[in-house]
């Protein structure tokens, strides 16, 4: 079966620090990879998707980044966070006919102080 | 250009009552519709999807929803509520198969009060 993984789950940084978000996929090649983001008391926000290796469409111009170095690992990343960066990262995973079905992993929280 | 209106951004029913979660969509071709669940500090977990056929969906822990495209609906529900349904639920449409259509709602949060 397949799982999904994101590390760190919790993330306290200062305003103007770097940022890394790992999510990686087991059990599948190939898959739709995306990056969505949180807020509290709002609804999902695509930032980024990816249908391949170096392959990324970014959804919302910003300071964030994605990077896809390998077939199942997504990489969220800013080289200054803001104050407005803070929120709840999602990872996601979809594929094969049914790529709209998009699987979830656990959450990375990210607090800039 | 499609759209999802989650009615109620707090949703509070009784322990046992029935729970009735609204979702209106905007489509300009078919859609997939899905519902999720979102426990703190938790991803999100699908419930049901709709796709094509049946138009009452039966998903996971006692959930069902109905697509309805008169009324451009596809509204979640539960015969009886328990206290672990307590939770925020996303609606979602996607129109076209494509893997960067999907668009969410901006949730409904169930209080169960026992």
């Known amino acids: 079966s397949q799982t999904i993984h994101q590390w760190p789950a919790t993330l306290v940084q200062p305003v103007g620090s770097p940022l890394s978000l790992e999510c990686t996929v087991e059990g599948t090649s190939n898959p739709n990879l995306y990056w969505y983001r949180q807020a509290a008391g709002r609804g999902l926000q695509l930032l980024f998707y990816s249908v391949g290796i170096g392959q990324i469409s970014s959804e919302v111009p910003q300071n964030l980044s994605a990077s896809r170095p390998q077939d199942r690992q997504f990489i969220l990343s800013s080289k200054k966070l803001l104050l407005s960066d803070s929120g709840f990262y999602l990872c996601?995973?979809?594929?094969?006919?049914?790529?709209?079905?998009?699987?979830f992993g656990p959450g990375t929280r990210l607090t800039v102080l | 250009a499609q759209s999802v209106t989650q009615l109620g951004s707090h949703v509070s029913v009784s322990e046992g009552a029935l729970v009735l979660l609204r979702c209106n969509y905007s489509?300009?071709?078919?859609?997939?519709l899905f519902w999720y669940v979102q426990y703190p500090n938790q991803g999100l977990q699908l419930l049901l999807k709709y796709t094509t056929g049946a138009t009452l969906v039966k998903g996971i822990n006692g959930f069902e929803a109905e697509f309805k495209k008169s009324e451009t609906s596809f509204h979640l529900t539960k015969p009886s509520a328990h206290m672990s349904d307590a939770a925020e639920y996303f609606c979602?449409?996607?129109?076209?198969?494509?893997?960067?259509?999907?668009?969410f709602g901006t949730g409904t949060k169930l209080q169960v009060i026992p």
């Open positions: 979602a449409v996607s129109s076209s198969g494509g893997y960067q259509k999907v668009t």
């Open positions: 489509s300009s071709v078919p859609p997939y």
């Open positions: 996601a995973w979809s594929q094969g006919r049914d790529t709209d079905t998009q699987y």
